[in-house]
C-alpha cells in the first residue's frame, strides 16, 4: 500500500483527510509546523483510526527538513494542505501571504524532486473565481480572484501545472474546495480556529457553546431567495474522500494536471444554515443582521460534474449531517484543542 507525506496534516483539513487515508489502508506521515494547529489533533488521528500517523514538526519552507523527512518516509506522493488561510490578513500584509504560500511550496516541490516523489494533490480554493459569471461554476470558468490569499492560489496552481508540463514524470490534482464545514462523527477532531472566527460555520458553534451572544449575519438585501448570500458547504469527510479519489486517480495519469471543484453542487443560505444548526444543537443562535461584508459575493456553488466522471466522486453527505458532525466535535471541546 501507498505511503503519504501530509504537509498541514494537523489541521482542520488535513487531519480529517489522515484519518480516511489511514482508513483506506494508507501509510501516513505529517509535517506541520503547528503553526495554526496542535499535535493534539494527530493524538486525535490515530485514536480514529487506530494507527498515530508520524508527525515531522516542520515548516514546509526548512529544506533540510524537508529532505529529512523526505529521506525517512519515502513517500509515493504528497498531499499539500500547509499554507495561511485567512482573506483578510491577506489583505493587510499581502507580502506575508505571498512569500509564505509560494515560497512553501517552491520548497516543497524542490525537495520532492531531490527525493524523486513526483505526485502531488494540491488545496486550493473556490476563492480562485472571485465573482463567478455563470452557476453552478465548471472549472473552466474565468478565474479573477478578489484578494491576495486567492492570487496565491491560483499562483501555485500555475507554478504547479509548469512543473508538470515540464516533465512529464509529473502529476498533480488541484482541488478547489467550496466551502468545508463539519467534523469526523466521532467528535474527536474538527475544525479550531484560533482567535474569533471570520467564517461562518465556527462562528455559529461559538454562539452555541456561549463564547459570542449572536451571529454578526453580513448581508440580508442579496438578490436570494431569502436574501442571505449563498455557497455551497460540504463536509470535511466528502472532502477527505475526494482527496483519496484524487490520489488514486494520479496514479494512473502521469504528465498530467488535473483540476477538480470539490463541492456538492448545492448552493445554501446563510438563514439556512442557521435553521439547520438550531436543528443540530436546539440553541437559538440568535443574530444581528448587518451590511454587507466586503468582499463577498452573492452566490457561489460548483458544478461538481467533472470530479464525478473522472474520479467517480460525489458529495454524499447532507447539511444537517455536516451540523450534526460539526457539534459532535464544538459541544465536546468548546474551547477546541486548545481547551483539552
Ligand atoms: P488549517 O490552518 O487548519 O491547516 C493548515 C495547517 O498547515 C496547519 O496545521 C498549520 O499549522 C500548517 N502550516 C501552515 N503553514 C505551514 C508551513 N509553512 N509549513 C508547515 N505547516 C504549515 O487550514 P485548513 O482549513 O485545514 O486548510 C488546509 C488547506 O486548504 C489550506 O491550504 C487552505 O488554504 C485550503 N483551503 C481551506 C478552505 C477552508 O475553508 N478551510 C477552503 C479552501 C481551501
Ligand atoms: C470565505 C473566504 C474564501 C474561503 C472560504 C472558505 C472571504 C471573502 N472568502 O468564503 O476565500 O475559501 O471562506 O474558507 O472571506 N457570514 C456571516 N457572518 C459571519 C461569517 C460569515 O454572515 O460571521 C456569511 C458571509 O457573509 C457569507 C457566508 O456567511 O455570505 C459564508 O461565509 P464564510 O464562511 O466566511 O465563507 P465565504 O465567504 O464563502
Same mark, same amino acid.
Given at each position: 500500500?501507498?505511503?503519504?507525506?501530509?504537509?498541514? +496534516?494537523?489541521?482542520?483539513?488535513?487531519?480529517?483527510?489522515?484519518?480516511?487515508?489511514?482508513?483506506?489502508?494508507?501509510?501516513?506521515?505529517?509535517?506541520?509546523?503547528? %503553526?495554526?494547529?496542535?499535535?493534539?489533533?494527530?493524538? =486525535?488521528?490515530?485514536?480514529?483510526?487506530?494507527?498515530? #500517523?508520524?508527525?515531522?514538526? %516542520?515548516?514546509?519552507?526548512?529544506?533540510?527538513?524537508?529532505?529529512?523527512?523526505?529521506?525517512?518516509?519515502? #513517500?509515493?506522493?504528497?498531499?499539500?494542505?500547509? +499554507?495561511?488561510?485567512?482573506?483578510?490578513? =491577506?489583505?493587510?500584509?499581502? !507580502?506575508?501571504?505571498?512569500?509564505?504560500?509560494?515560497?512553501?511550496?517552491?520548497?516543497?516541490? %524542490?525537495?520532492?524532486?531531490?527525493?524523486?516523489?513526483?505526485? !502531488?494533490?494540491?488545496?486550493?480554493? %473556490?476563492?480562485?473565481?472571485?465573482?463567478?459569471?455563470?452557476?453552478?461554476?465548471?472549472?473552466?470558468?474565468?478565474?479573477? #480572484?478578489? /484578494?491576495?490569499?486567492? $492570487?496565491?492560489?491560483?499562483?501555485?496552481?500555475?507554478? !504547479?501545472?509548469?512543473?508538470?508540463?515540464?516533465?512529464?514524470? @509529473?502529476?498533480?490534482?488541484?482541488?478547489?474546495?467550496? /466551502?468545508?464545514?463539519?467534523?469526523?462523527?466521532?467528535?474527536?477532531?474538527?475544525?479550531?480556529?484560533?482567535?474569533?472566527?471570520? /467564517?461562518?460555520? #465556527?462562528?455559529?458553534?461559538?454562539?452555541?457553546?456561549?463564547?459570542?451572544?449572536?451571529?454578526?449575519?453580513?448581508?440580508?438585501?442579496?438578490?436570494?431567495?431569502?436574501?442571505?448570500?449563498?455557497?455551497?458547504? !460540504?463536509?470535511?469527510?466528502?472532502?477527505?474522500?475526494?482527496?483519496?479519489?484524487?490520489?488514486?486517480?494520479?496514479?494512473?495519469?502521469?504528465?498530467?494536471?488535473?483540476?477538480? /471543484?470539490?463541492?456538492?453542487?448545492?448552493?445554501? =443560505?446563510?438563514?439556512?444554515?442557521?435553521?439547520?444548526?438550531?436543528?443540530?444543537?436546539?440553541?437559538?443562535?440568535?443574530?444581528?443582521?448587518?451590511?454587507?461584508?466586503?468582499?463577498?459575493?452573492?452566490?457561489?456553488?460548483?458544478?461538481?460534474?467533472?470530479?464525478?466522471?473522472?474520479?467517480? @466522486?460525489?458529495? $454524499?453527505?447532507?447539511?444537517?449531517?455536516?451540523?450534526?458532525?460539526? @457539534?459532535? @466535535?464544538?459541544?465536546?471541546?468548546?474551547?477546541?484543542?486548545?481547551?483539552?
Amino acid at each position: 500500500m501507498a505511503t503519504v507525506l501530509v504537509t498541514g +496534516g494537523a489541521g482542520y483539513i488535513g487531519s480529517h483527510t489522515c484519518v480516511a487515508l489511514l482508513e483506506a489502508g494508507y501509510e501516513v506521515a505529517v509535517l506541520d509546523s503547528l %503553526a495554526n494547529s496542535s499535535a493534539a489533533a494527530i493524538d =486525535s488521528v490515530g485514536e480514529i483510526a487506530g494507527r498515530r #500517523p508520524r508527525l515531522y514538526v %516542520a515548516d514546509c519552507r526548512d529544506e533540510p527538513a524537508l529532505d529529512k523527512a523526505m529521506a525517512e518516509v519515502r #513517500p509515493d506522493a504528497v498531499l499539500h494542505f500547509a +499554507g495561511l488561510k485567512s482573506v483578510p490578513e =491577506s489583505v493587510a500584509d499581502p !507580502i506575508r501571504y505571498y512569500r509564505h504560500n509560494l515560497e512553501s511550496t517552491a520548497v516543497l516541490m %524542490a525537495a520532492m524532486e531531490r527525493a524523486g516523489v513526483r505526485r !502531488i494533490v494540491f488545496s486550493s480554493s %473556490a476563492t480562485v473565481y472571485g465573482e463567478p459569471d455563470l452557476l453552478p461554476v465548471p472549472e473552466t470558468a474565468a478565474t479573477r #480572484p478578489a /484578494n491576495p490569499y486567492g $492570487s496565491t492560489k491560483l499562483m501555485i496552481e500555475q507554478m !504547479i501545472a509548469d512543473v508538470v508540463r515540464a516533465d512529464s514524470r @509529473w502529476s498533480a490534482a488541484l482541488l478547489r474546495y467550496f /466551502n468545508p464545514v463539519g467534523a469526523h462523527p466521532s467528535g474527536l477532531i474538527g475544525e479550531d480556529p484560533e482567535g474569533v472566527p471570520g /467564517n461562518l460555520m #465556527p462562528y455559529l458553534l461559538q454562539v452555541a457553546v456561549g463564547r459570542h451572544p449572536h451571529l454578526p449575519l453580513y448581508g440580508t438585501d442579496y438578490p436570494t431567495p431569502d436574501g442571505t448570500a449563498l455557497r455551497d458547504y !460540504i463536509h470535511v469527510m466528502d472532502l477527505a474522500d475526494g482527496h483519496l479519489a484524487a490520489l488514486k486517480h494520479l496514479e494512473t495519469s502521469p504528465g498530467q494536471t488535473h483540476t477538480y /471543484n470539490l463541492g456538492t453542487g448545492q448552493g445554501v =443560505s446563510v438563514l439556512e444554515v442557521v435553521a439547520a444548526l438550531r436543528g443540530a444543537t436546539g440553541h437559538p443562535l440568535p443574530y444581528e443582521e448587518l451590511d454587507r461584508r466586503p468582499g463577498d459575493v452573492p452566490e457561489l456553488w460548483a458544478d461538481p460534474g467533472q470530479a464525478l466522471r473522472e474520479l467517480g @466522486w460525489s458529495a $454524499s453527505r447532507t447539511l444537517a449531517d455536516m451540523c450534526r458532525d460539526a @457539534w459532535a @466535535w464544538q459541544s465536546t471541546h468548546p474551547q477546541g484543542f486548545r481547551g483539552d
